[in-house]
């Protein structure tokens, strides 16, 4: 019935509509260019090619085969700076880890800048990683519902074919029995443990997993290698280049964020706050200055 009503009748049709004019440029944009890549024989194998392919046989329109490709692009660009964010708070909640992925990348890497083959150098960055996504989930209850295919039976209660569940990842990430002292961003969890995101989140043994954060059954993750790649990358490069630490308040107090507040939505991260985020040394800032020109 509602969506029937007249848009002078519900400012949020409007507003909805007005937004979309907005949008449909920008992702259309990007597509009509993979497309003039493709033309030109510059395009690299990607999924944008691979929909312009399938458009030919489907019949989608542009504005479907853009909003399909910008979709999963705000996914992993939201969710990724989501949990960049958590991490940031949390090395200035935790000193005490920061200062230990730090001796572990000066040890290992020194005064170059890190790289993405440093990764299995790297063995507590990683587990940096997995404790970031357990310790704040950036979709707390899932990205997407998913469906039960046949009747079931959980601690008594009957799940009926077609029914609708929703993944309560939080809830699962702080399980005490799993992870004592849950509250506490403990990257000692993970350390040794050498799955990839991937392996971890199709591993048939439930306890063997490190988190929930990419989800589960079939309707997991697609882009959960390029998350667990972009956020090492991110988080040695943070932690090699900047020394994070806490605002003071005009009497000399820290002025702490709040690890237990999340912004509400589907992509959650801590509310702004302030922090102190300096360079460590002057050599490591003109490499920085240096890689931003090239």
């Given amino acids: 019935m509602l969506h029937h009503i007249p848009d002078i009748l519900s400012s949020t049709k409007a507003r909805a509509k007005a937004l979309h004019e907005k949008e449909r440029p920008f992702f259309v944009g990007f597509f009509e260019e993979a497309r003039r890549s493709l033309e030109a024989g510059t395009l690299k194998p990607c999924i944008a090619a691979d929909m312009l392919r399938a458009q030919e046989s489907e019949g989608f329109s542009d504005v479907q085969a853009a909003y399909t490709l910008g979709s999963w692009f705000e996914a992993g660009s939201d969710t990724t700076s989501s ?92 399980d005490e029995r799993r992870y004592p002292n849950p509250r506490v961003f403990d990257p000692q969890r993970f350390y040794g443990d050498k799955q990839s995101a991937a392996e971890a989140a199709q591993n048939p043994d439930w306890s063997a997993r490190d988190h929930y954060g990419f ?80």
């Fill in 215 to 294: 989800g589960a059954g079939r309707r997991i993750c697609l882009g959960m290698h390029i998350a667990e790649r972009s956020l090492f990358l991110t988080f040695v490069r943070m932690l090699w280049a900047f020394n994070f630490s806490s605002e003071k308040d005009a009497a000399g107090n820290d002025l702490l964020p709040d690890g237990e507040n999340l912004t509400p939505g589907l992509a959650q991260h801590p509310p702004r706050f302030a922090a102190r985020i300096v360079p460590r040394d002057p050599k490591r800032t003109q490499i920085i200055l240096e890689a931003e020109y090239e």
């Fill in 83 to 174: 949990t960049m964010y958590g991490f940031a708070c949390a090395m200035v909640l935790f000193p005490d880890v920061q200062k230990r992925a730090q001796d572990e990348i000066d040890d290992i890497i020194g005064s170059r800048l890190p790289t993405l083959d440093d990764e299995f150098s790297l063995p507590y960055i990683r587990a940096c990683v997995k404790e970031s996504l357990r310790w704040m989930p950036v979709a707390s209850i899932g990205a997407a519902p998913h469906a039960v295919t046949r009747d079931d039976v959980y601690m008594g209660y009957k799940i009926p074919k077609g029914a609708g569940l929703v993944h309560n990842i939080y809830t699962l990430n702080m």
